[in-house]
């Protein structure tokens, strides 16, 4: 009786542990995988322009914009409507879409709170 005590009392503080690692702040990497993107589609909110970045350069730009900041994952957030800039990564495998919420973002439905906001201005200078 005691060990099954004993064994109880350590898978709960293992289940415990295990839950509290998922929200630790992540890179964007560490959220996406290691995939190949081959194209990102941005959309201004606003006037609903689109931009395609297909250059090698452009896309790496974009990816260290957002791998430069930490992403802690936000329980239970209302889905919002409305955005300033969304984007859509092309991978062939599985896409991406993300929108900006400047301290926040919302990754294929997953909303993180951001250490560093993502704001207007940097998402312009990529598409320039």
Do not use: W
Not at 8 to 23: E, N, R
Not at 70 to 81: F, P, Q, S, T, V
Not at 108 to 114: D, H, K, M, Q
Request: proline share 1%; charged share 25%; aromatic share 10%.
């Amino acid at each position: 009786m005691k060990n099954y005590i004993f064994v109880s009392i350590v898978l709960l503080l293992i289940s415990g542990c295990s839950q509290s690692t998922s929200k630790e702040s992540k890179r964007f990497m560490g959220i996406i995988g290691d995939v190949t993107v081959s194209k990102i589609e941005v959309i201004d909110g606003r006037t609903g322009q689109r931009h395609s970045i297909t250059k090698t350069e452009k896309i790496e730009q974009f990816y260290q914009l957002l791998n430069e900041r930490e992403y802690k994952e936000m329980k239970n957030h209302e889905d919002l409507k409305g955005y300033i800039y969304c984007a859509v990564l092309y991978s062939g495998k599985k896409d991406f879409n993300i929108t900006f919420l400047g301290d926040e973002i919302d990754i294929n439905g997953t909303y993180y709170a951001l250490n560093n906001p993502i704001l207007e201005e940097d998402i312009f200078k990529v598409l320039e």
